[in-house]
């Protein structure tokens, strides 16, 4: 065989070797997600960092109150009361709190973030302010809306004392059927894709929680005081331990979205910077795989071409590979897309056109992933949230550059 031969090989076997692990974790996924977890309730608080408001802000915010755990506290946090989010919350409080097991629902004003992200100096606020009763603390977006047994499944990982963080994930549902959204809905499934039960999860910081004893144990304060990313830094952190970050496929949660193009290139370019700048290992391990992803679909049918061009041998291996890339692609899509329909079921109508997009242009996917990863080898100035940030070196220490009027 020629040298052709053995690069087909190879990249074959690594194909069936990746949609191995992609069925494995498909499986984990519908093996845990209808588990009851009651039998573990430490006292936890929910804290919820809010500014603005999202999509769907009444309903996600509704589900917090929701919940079916008697010993949790519930705690919102805003940068100021001149948020929107503000009045809203005192609204849904007074709507709501007497119909929730929550034991103590509160409203905290963090004031303005300086050495670290908004969303961090909000979380840290919250942290200084627990008592030494509570046990664990669960940290939530305000875009997403959670099940009624969220609670009890985010923190059942930590009875386990190599645990150090559990999380679960989003799964974007376009509350607008238009191109950039639909592709921000298949990007993101391509992540959620890659979370199972495997050394290589990440804690999400929308849905996410630690054990207060192991907070501090891992210096976390210090540690977020001068960070951008709560979830990256967490995870470092955790890993740094020999601890395990615990996906929990009950709580992939609902966020329901509208973006354009503009704004999806600064979410895909912001994302993967983050973590080029916290987790570089992490960010070159992306583009490895979503250069191998690309240029191994379309590179192997120009592999295909050339044999054909030249006459090769084993012109059938050559014709095989495209194949088994474009088969092992849209079946990977096909996998996610049909775990999800079972995991979040009551959102399926929604989902339709973003699960027939995925299966479709799963291609496109890719290349739009690669083209967020390479786009964020430069540069170090992001915009989240209206706040426009430096980071100034390597050691996560950033500058809040200027605020959005």
Request: hydrophobic share 45%; proline share 2%.
């Amino acid at each position: 065989m020629d040298w052709y031969h053995y690069i087909a090989l190879v990249m074959i076997i690594t194909q069936l070797l990746f949609a191995i692990q992609m069925f494995r974790n498909y499986k984990y996924v519908l093996s845990k997600y209808q588990k009851k977890r009651a039998s573990y309730r430490p006292k936890t608080v929910l804290i919820v960092p809010c500014k603005g408001h999202d999509l769907n802000f009444e309903k996600n915010i509704a589900s917090f109150f929701k919940q079916d755990y008697e010993n949790y506290l519930l705690w919102f946090v805003v940068q100021e009361e001149e948020d929107p989010a503000y009045g809203k919350l005192c609204q849904l409080k007074k709507q709501l709190e007497q119909n929730s097991k929550a034991k103590l629902v509160q409203i905290l004003i963090a004031g303005k973030g300086q050495q670290c992200s908004q969303k961090i100096h909000n979380l840290l606020h919250c942290y200084r302010n627990i008592g030494e009763d509570v046990d664990v603390m669960a940290f939530a977006d305000s875009d997403i809306c959670v099940h009624s047994d969220w609670l009890s499944h985010i923190v059942y990982p930590l009875r386990k004392e190599n645990c150090g963080a559990s999380s679960g994930y989003r799964w974007f549902i376009p509350k607008k059927n238009n191109l950039a959204t639909l592709a921000l809905s298949s990007v993101n499934a391509k992540v959620a894709q890659l979370l199972g039960n495997t050394h290589f999860n990440q804690v999400w910081g929308g849905s996410m929680a630690i054990r207060v004893e192991t907070f501090r144990k891992l210096g976390l304060e210090k540690i977020w005081e001068k960070s951008l990313s709560d979830d990256l830094s967490l995870s470092i952190s955790v890993k740094k331990a020999r601890l395990k970050v615990a996906f929990v496929p009950a709580c992939i949660a609902a966020s329901y979205e509208i973006t354009s193009w503009k704004k999806l290139f600064e979410f895909g370019r912001r994302q993967f910077l983050i973590t080029r700048i916290h987790a570089p290992g992490t960010w070159w391990f992306g583009l490895l795989c979503s250069l191998y992803s690309v240029l191994g679909l379309w590179g192997s049918i120009a592999l295909a071409a050339y044999g054909f061009s030249i006459n090769a041998k084993y012109q059938t291996l050559l014709v095989g590979l495209p194949a088994v890339f474009f088969l092992g692609q849209m079946g990977r899509a096909i996998l996610r897309q049909k775990m999800i329909s079972k995991v979040l079921k009551e959102h399926i109508s929604r989902m339709k056109y973003a699960m027939a997009a995925d299966i479709i242009f799963f291609w496109a996917a890719s290349i739009i992933m690669l083209v967020f990863i390479v786009s964020s080898a430069i540069g170090r100035t992001i915009k989240w949230r209206g706040i426009l940030y430096k980071i100034q070196r390597s050691t996560n220490t950033i500058l809040v550059a200027k605020a959005k009027p």
